[in-house]
């Protein structure tokens, strides 16, 4: 079987030679794990999620080092991962972006948290126009929930200065159903919010396609 030079050159060299366009997905993914076998090992992650980068993004590193990566090809996997998604987010909070719609939070936040594999609830900031001043991590939690301080979250919003809030957390299951403890912590934290002044806009729930609008449904 004959081969074109371009097959037969190394990642990196063809890199050079022809662009980064010329890679294919595992000689790219193998390129940022570096280390021995990078581009075979590469390739075996991707066959196990039938080449989708989106559902590569959900192992952990108790996963990967399983796939047979090194300590090191497993962190730089993740941290490029994570560079994506942080990447993805980026553009929809640039400076002056208005909150119009549940839609506006979901597209900020469903790059963010939609495919992770635990909870983690959020809180956009926003000045009297609804444009977003901050977006700021709460909590981190497990498979199903995880714990809101209400009084971080204000002493939050009063140190940016807010006028307004928006809370996003996702599940992981995709059930976008609310939970008990899910509207709880919504009046909760809507109470504290008119004691304080500062308006509760919203509250959604996110998957990682489709999102539940607590202010679409008239719950908040």
């Known amino acids: 079987m004959k081969h074109t030079l371009t097959e037969l050159q190394e990642p990196d060299v063809k890199l050079l030679h022809n662009g980064s366009y010329a890679l294919s997905d595992a000689e790219t993914l193998g390129l940022v794990m570096a280390g021995v076998d990078s581009t075979a090992k590469a390739n075996k992650l991707l066959a196990s999620v039938n080449y989708s980068f989106s559902d590569l993004g959900k192992y952990n590193y ?44 979901a597209d900020i936040m ?82 504290c919010g008119s004691l304080m002044d500062i308006q509760v806009l919203d509250h959604l729930i996110i998957s990682e396609k489709d999102f539940y609008s607590f202010a679409d449904n008239g719950i908040i």
């Open 62 to 105: 108790s996963e990967l080092i399983n796939f047979g990566l090194s300590h090191l090809q497993a962190i730089r996997l993740i941290a490029v991962m994570e560079f994506s998604r942080r990447k993805a987010i980026q553009p929809t909070i640039a400076k002056d972006y208005t909150i119009r719609q549940s839609k506006d939070v």
């Open 110 to 191: 469903q790059p963010l948290i939609g495919e992770l594999d635990h909870e983690e609830f959020w809180v956009l900031f926003l000045n009297r126009s609804n444009k977003v001043i901050k977006r700021e991590r709460i909590s981190v939690g497990g498979l199903s929930g995880t714990v809101t301080d209400v009084r971080i979250l204000f002493k939050s919003a009063i140190l940016n200065k807010a006028s307004g809030i928006i809370v996003a957390h996702n599940h992981p299951s995709g059930n976008l159903n609310p939970s008990e403890s899910d509207t709880k912590i919504t009046q909760k934290i809507k109470d």
